[in-house]
């Protein structure tokens, strides 16, 4: 069956970096877009960023854009986030989703991993 | 970007109907937006129930409808089980950009 499992979230200053891994398996990787999407503390849904199958084109949330990179690796069947210039406001509990391949979008969820941005 | 609307909270009786609607700043929901709908209970990641406007999952319940209703994209549970109190959220595409609604608390009582 699908799975999807978030790691590299913790704890990180303003400011500084860091990347989010999620590992695919049960499934087709390299013919599946892929989505990050995140949920601060008590908070709605954000939608973050979007990768196409093949690596070809990516699309930002506005409030991410510039400052967040995502990436994956069809070789290891896994999707990347970088996270840039954190802010406070980025701390949240952030999910990798499937995308569609000709099929519905956010048909399989991670659980997602948390980060943590403060001094 | 453009910004999603749902009403912050609803609350039906058992057995009871309600409609939660999605509405877009940047004027009325069509198919074009391929209104998604997912629900989320506590601690959990987010469940896909409709997509496309009204196409449901293998896992949505029957009770679970989607349509298009007044210029907005609605959902519509029909005979509410205790179980389907969560928290509901539209998502809406725009182009290629994805914008998800602030959600919907759903209460049943």
């Known amino acids: 069956q699908v799975q999807l499992v978030e790691s590299g979230g913790g704890v990180v200053q303003p400011g500084r970096s860091l990347t989010l891994s999620c590992a695919a398996s049960g499934f087709s990787f390299s013919s599946y877009g892929m989505h990050w999407v995140r949920q601060a503390p008590g908070k709605g849904l954000e939608w973050v960023a979007l990768?196409?199958?093949?690596?070809?084109?990516?699309y930002y949330g506005a409030s991410v854009t510039g400052r967040f990179t995502i990436s994956r690796d069809n070789s290891k069947n896994t999707l990347s986030l970088q996270m840039n210039s954190l802010r406070v406001e980025d701390t949240a509990l952030y999910y990798c989703?499937?995308?569609?391949?000709?099929?519905?979008?956010?048909?399989?969820w991670g659980q997602g991993i948390l980060v943590t941005v403060s001094s | 970007q453009a910004v999603v609307t749902q009403e912050p909270s609803l609350t039906v009786s058992p057995g009871g109907t309600v409609t939660l609607t999605c509405g877009s700043s940047t004027g009325a929901v069509t198919s074009g937006h391929f209104p998604y709908w997912m629900q989320q209970k506590p601690g959990q990641a987010p469940m896909t129930l409709i997509y496309?406007?009204?196409i449901k999952h293998s896992w949505t319940p029957a009770r679970f409808s989607g349509s298009l209703l007044g210029g907005k994209a609605a959902l519509t549970l029909s005979g509410a089980l205790p179980e389907d109190e969560a928290d509901y959220y539209c998502l809406l595409y725009y182009n290629r950009i994805r914008v998800f609604g602030g959600g919907t608390k759903l209460t049943v009582l």
């Open positions: 496309d406007v009204n």
């Open positions: 990768i196409w199958s093949d690596g070809s084109y990516k």
């Open positions: 989703a499937r995308g569609g391949n000709g099929g519905p979008d956010f048909e399989s």
